[in-house]
């Protein structure tokens, strides 16, 4: 194997080194429980609150506004579940898109069967929900929308700032999942209006097993998980201390490379598509080139099953996917290239190619040559 190229971004991202660092006290000596009062705890409770302003500062957000969570997930849970709760008995109308993150789709199918009713708004064949489509779907009884900000397939960026404004004309909380946006490109929580955010560490260089959820200070919801009185009676459980000190480390180093990524980042992306594009007749990119974050880019290759090819550039020392880590192992084509009404064959024959900061010229220019040779290689091997 000549080389290893790592284009599964968009599943989890690389640890930076700095991050590591800052963590790796809190392993050791630096191991309390923010909860008790001696100086094990404080030191602790103290590293917390610093990682809470470094989430905050990235997202424009006050302090107060985050709270720590074991991950995107998780946030997205306890946002929707915690709105809806907090209308418990009075049922309600949640609108969301069907091109969302399982973690929202299947906590809208789990209020369905506690009797709320659920909107699930297409995306059309870019990928892109309609701001009229949302408009036209409010209702009375409407007590929250739900909107990703960038796709986690496709990229696309969907029309946030308008969404919100909608719903803020109408008193409806708007929840945003923002896992692939957050860290990637700026991301400010009081331009794009939302009331409840979610965000994940690993998406950007930071730990595994921990995220945060922006609740605008005005907004009561119920919390998800019981116990203690941690994260201000918002979430229970002993803090994460390391996990937290790395996202808030994670998201410092974010703040600094924005301008990287929508310059470097997105100028080797579109480098690469184009070049693909060129060589390879029968290709397409899905989504809207035009408004999608720096970092990804879905391609279908006509006459090629993406799982096959997946697993001949893995060999070839390329690691890039079929759709979201969270239905790896699933024989299912794409939920989200499904709900664009893609045809079948383009279904079946896209890859996700997501880039992260660390990746140089050089990487990419060996990924495109790898698929270029081995798209080729099997569509002459089907001919003959």
Same mark, same amino acid.
């Given at each position: 194997?000549? *080389?290893?190229?790592?284009?599964?971004?968009?599943?989890?991202? @690389?640890? $930076?080194?700095? =991050?590591?660092?800052?963590?790796?006290?809190?392993?050791?000596?630096?191991?309390?429980?923010?909860?008790?009062?001696?100086?094990?705890?404080?030191?602790?409770?103290?590293?917390?609150?610093? !990682?809470?302003?470094?989430?905050? %500062?990235?997202?424009?957000?006050?302090?107060?506004?985050?709270?720590?969570?074991?991950?995107?997930? #998780?946030? %997205?849970? !306890?946002?929707?579940?915690?709105?809806?709760?907090?209308?418990?008995?009075?049922?309600?109308?949640?609108?969301?898109?069907?091109?969302?993150?399982?973690?929202?789709?299947?906590?809208?199918?789990?209020?369905?069967?506690?009797?709320?009713?659920?909107?699930?708004?297409?995306?059309?064949?870019?990928?892109?929900?309609?701001?009229? %489509?949302?408009? +036209?779907?409010?209702?009375?009884?409407?007590?929250?929308?739900?909107?990703?900000? !960038?796709?986690?397939?496709?990229?696309?960026?969907? @029309?946030?700032?308008?969404?919100?404004?909608?719903?803020?004309?109408?008193?409806?909380?708007?929840?945003?999942?923002?896992?692939?946006?957050?860290?990637?490109? @700026?991301?400010? =929580?009081?331009?794009?209006?939302?009331?409840?955010?979610?965000?994940?560490?690993?998406?950007?260089?930071?730990?595994?097993?921990?995220?945060?959820?922006?609740?605008? $200070?005005?907004?009561?919801?119920?919390?998800?998980?019981?116990?203690?009185?941690?994260?201000?009676?918002?979430?229970?459980?002993?803090?994460?201390?390391?996990?937290?000190?790395?996202?808030?480390?994670?998201? *410092?180093?974010?703040?600094?490379?924005?301008?990287?990524?929508?310059?470097?980042?997105?100028?080797?992306? $579109?480098?690469?598509?184009?070049?693909?594009?060129?060589?390879?007749?029968?290709?397409?990119?899905?989504?809207?080139?035009?408004?999608?974050?720096?970092?990804?880019?879905? &391609?279908?290759?006509?006459?090629?099953?993406?799982?096959?090819?997946?697993?001949?550039? %893995?060999?070839?020392? &390329?690691?890039?996917?079929?759709? !979201?880590?969270?239905?790896?192992?699933?024989?299912?084509?794409?939920?989200? &290239?499904?709900?664009?009404?893609?045809?079948?064959?383009?279904?079946?024959?896209?890859?996700?190619?997501?880039?992260? *900061?660390?990746?140089? +010229? #050089?990487?990419?220019?060996?990924?495109?040559?790898?698929?270029?040779?081995?798209?080729?290689?099997?569509?002459?091997?089907?001919?003959?």
């Amino acid at each position: 194997m000549e *080389r290893r190229v790592y284009l599964d971004n968009n599943a989890t991202s @690389p640890m $930076d080194s700095r =991050v590591l660092e800052a963590i790796q006290p809190f392993f050791l000596n630096e191991f309390g429980n923010a909860a008790s009062i001696h100086a094990y705890g404080q030191h602790a409770r103290a590293a917390i609150e610093r !990682a809470r302003s470094q989430v905050a %500062d990235l997202l424009s957000a006050k302090r107060r506004e985050i709270i720590f969570t074991c991950g995107g997930t #998780e946030a %997205d849970n !306890a946002a929707i579940h915690g709105v809806a709760r907090s209308f418990a008995g009075s049922g309600g109308h949640v609108i969301t898109s069907a091109i969302e993150h399982p973690a929202v789709l299947k906590s809208c199918q789990f209020l369905e069967q506690k009797g709320f009713r659920v909107t699930y708004l297409s995306a059309g064949e870019e990928g892109i929900v309609r701001v009229e %489509d949302v408009k +036209e779907a409010l209702s009375q009884d409407t007590i929250l929308v739900s909107i990703m900000h !960038a796709n986690n397939e496709v990229g696309t960026l969907q @029309p946030i700032k308008e969404i919100a404004r909608l719903t803020r004309q109408q008193g409806i909380l708007f929840h945003t999942d923002a896992v692939q946006s957050v860290g990637k490109i @700026p991301v400010d =929580v009081h331009q794009l209006g939302v009331d409840l955010l979610s965000l994940s560490g690993h998406k950007f260089h930071g730990p595994k097993g921990v995220g945060a959820m922006y609740i605008r $200070d005005s907004v009561q919801t119920v919390p998800f998980m019981l116990g203690g009185s941690h994260e201000r009676h918002r979430r229970a459980g002993t803090e994460n201390v390391p996990g937290i000190v790395g996202l808030g480390e994670a998201c *410092r180093l974010a703040g600094e490379s924005h301008q990287d990524m929508e310059s470097r980042i997105a100028d080797l992306r $579109d480098r690469f598509e184009e070049g693909l594009l060129q060589r390879l007749p029968g290709s397409v990119v899905n989504g809207r080139p035009s408004s999608r974050v720096p970092h990804t880019a879905n &391609l279908s290759f006509e006459g090629v099953e993406g799982e096959a090819l997946l697993v001949a550039l %893995d060999f070839k020392g &390329l690691a890039v996917s079929t759709g !979201a880590a969270c239905s790896s192992g699933s024989l299912e084509p794409s939920h989200v &290239l499904q709900a664009m009404k893609l045809g079948r064959g383009r279904i079946q024959g896209a890859i996700r190619f997501s880039l992260s *900061r660390m990746i140089s +010229e #050089e990487d990419m220019d060996y990924a495109l040559e790898t698929v270029v040779e081995t798209v080729s290689r099997i569509r002459s091997v089907r001919v003959g």
